[in-house]
């Protein structure tokens, strides 16, 4: 249950700073954790990013304040992050929909995000299909980009459709996904399209050769259609099986196997590798 400990002081701390100008490095650094292991956990058990959270508690926070007070509106802007009015009637205006200026109409109909208190819901039954395997150290051939955890969930999966669309999956197979943790003072991670290869395998023009350390590795199995299926098994990894098991996950790679066949069939098998340690 650590992280759901950490996450909540994480969303104090929030609050507590809601009108500084903080980053998501500050507050992993104030729950001790690596900003990508954050934001990954936070986005999985919440459905929202970082980012996103932030925004919307401010805006919801502003929406009141117009309402309750006779501050004007480039004063309520500057208090929430934005450096002009205008840049906070859009985001205002997208939120609320209405304008700042409607806002403080008697009567006009705001809409509110109220604070999150992160729970586990224990429940019985379920069954994670995992095993433990341990690997030595192998090599991955792999088109690489970079992403951050406020655009990956849109711009991971244009990835992968750029990569079958320009004929990269014919000159290296994209079986694997590989995404590696930012590196220390990094805002953003390195994901990667690829499949394994020899250690003398030639790289073709576009790929790198990413070298995989030996590691204990706990495997899950997904069995039904993407990308549903392989998203609420990582749900599951951190809000079930990691709070409740004797390992904890060492920040590196993690892997995203795709086996051949119709991805969107309920038979379809994927699988999701993480390295691990004994607690």
Same mark, same amino acid.
């Given at each position: 249950?650590?992280?759901?400990?950490?996450? !909540?002081?994480?969303?104090?701390?929030?609050? #507590?700073?809601i009108?500084?100008?903080?980053?998501?490095?500050?507050? %992993? #650094?104030?729950i001790?954790?690596?900003?990508?292991?954050?934001?990954?956990?936070?986005?999985?058990?919440?459905?929202? &990013?970082?980012?996103?959270?932030?925004?919307?508690?401010?805006?919801?926070?502003?929406?009141?304040?117009?309402t309750?007070?006779?501050?004007?509106?480039?004063?309520?802007?500057?208090?929430?992050?934005?450096? &002009? $009015?205008?840049s906070?009637s859009?985001?205002?205006?997208?939120?609320?929909?209405?304008t700042p200026?409607?806002?403080?109409?008697?009567?006009?109909?705001?809409?509110?995000? !109220?604070?999150?208190i992160?729970?586990?819901?224990?429940?019985?039954?379920?069954?994670?299909?995992y095993?433990?395997?341990?690997?030595?150290?192998y090599?991955?051939?792999?088109?690489?980009?970079?992403f951050?955890?406020e !655009?990956? &969930? @849109?711009?991971?999966p244009?990835?992968?459709?750029?990569?079958?669309?320009e004929?990269?999956?014919?000159?290296?197979?994209g079986?694997?996904?590989?995404?590696e943790?930012?590196?220390c003072?990094?805002?953003?991670?390195?994901?990667?399209?690829?499949? #394994?290869? %020899?250690?003398?395998?030639?790289?073709? !023009?576009?790929?790198?050769?990413?070298?995989?350390?030996?590691? &204990?590795?706990? @495997?899950?199995?997904? @069995?039904?259609?993407?990308?549903?299926t392989?998203?609420? @098994?990582?749900?599951?990894?951190?809000?079930?099986?990691? $709070?409740?098991?004797?390992? #904890?996950?060492? $920040?590196?790679?993690?892997?995203e196997?795709?086996?051949?066949?119709?991805?969107? %069939?309920?038979?379809?098998?994927?699988?999701?590798?993480?390295?691990?340690?004994?607690?």
């Open positions: 249950m650590e992280w759901i400990k950490s996450l !909540n002081s994480a969303i104090d701390y929030i609050e #507590e700073n009108f500084s100008d903080i980053s998501c490095k500050d507050i %992993s #650094e104030h001790y954790s690596s900003s990508f292991h954050f934001q990954r956990v936070f986005s999985l058990l919440t459905g929202i &990013t970082v980012g996103e959270y932030i925004r919307n508690r401010r805006l919801s926070m502003a929406g009141q304040e117009l309750m007070s006779s501050s004007k509106v480039i004063d309520i802007a500057l208090k929430y992050g934005y450096n &002009t $009015p205008e906070f859009k985001a205002f205006s997208r939120f609320h929909g209405i200026k409607q806002a403080k109409s008697e009567g006009s109909n705001l809409k509110s995000f !109220n604070r999150l992160i729970k586990i819901q224990l429940e019985g039954g379920n069954i994670m299909d095993k433990i395997v341990k690997r030595e150290e090599k991955i051939l792999a088109k690489t980009r970079y951050t955890s !655009n990956s &969930t @849109v711009e991971i244009k990835f992968w459709s750029d990569y079958y669309s004929g990269s999956n014919e000159i290296v197979c079986m694997l996904g590989i995404c943790q930012e590196k003072g990094c805002k953003e991670y390195r994901y990667g399209i690829g499949c #394994e290869c %020899s250690d003398d395998a030639d790289i073709p !023009n576009g790929f790198e050769k990413l070298t995989i350390p030996e590691y &204990t590795w706990a @495997v899950f199995k997904c @069995v039904g259609p993407m990308p549903d392989i998203q609420n @098994v990582w749900k599951r990894i951190y809000s079930e099986w990691l $709070p409740q098991s004797e390992y #904890e996950l060492i $920040p590196d790679y993690d892997i196997l795709y086996t051949d066949g119709d991805n969107k %069939s309920k038979d379809y098998v994927s699988e999701i590798w993480i390295p691990v340690k004994k607690k």
